[in-house]
């Protein structure tokens, strides 16, 4: 099992950057694949990026790629989201999540959860 704690979010104006991490917690973090999702007030949480256990494969959201970047530190048990060029778009709950599944991009295929942590893009 892996617990994880999300921090970083904040308010920032269209066009700037926020970087989000995500501490772990727990057995074998380095197993796991990791994602992150957003949830914006009335929608359904989304797939934004992932990364695979060993940081050898990203993935992206079509909305996101381009802006944002996904890396991993193994030896300090985080995860890290850099958001760049932030639309009001972007404004949502975002949430790291852990997974044994490859090829993960769907909210079903993740085991673990974060609390998220508010990001507010001002246009």
């Known amino acids: 099992q892996v617990q994880l704690v999300e921090s970083g979010g904040g308010l920032v104006q269209a066009g700037g950057s926020l970087r989000l991490s995500c501490a772990a917690s727990?057995?074998?973090?380095?197993?796991?694949?990791m994602g992150w999702f957003r949830q914006a007030p009335g929608k359904e949480r989304e797939f934004v990026a992932a990364i695979s256990w060993n940081g050898g494969n990203t993935y992206y959201a079509d909305s996101v790629k381009g802006r944002f970047t996904v890396s991993r530190d193994n030896a300090k048990n985080t995860v890290s989201l850099q958001m760049n060029s932030l639309k009001s778009e972007d404004t949502a709950v975002y949430y790291c999540a852990a997974t044994s599944r490859i090829y993960a991009i769907a909210v079903t295929q993740y085991d673990y959860w974060g609390q998220g942590t508010q990001v507010t893009v001002s246009s």
């Open positions: 727990g057995r074998s973090f380095s197993s796991y694949n």
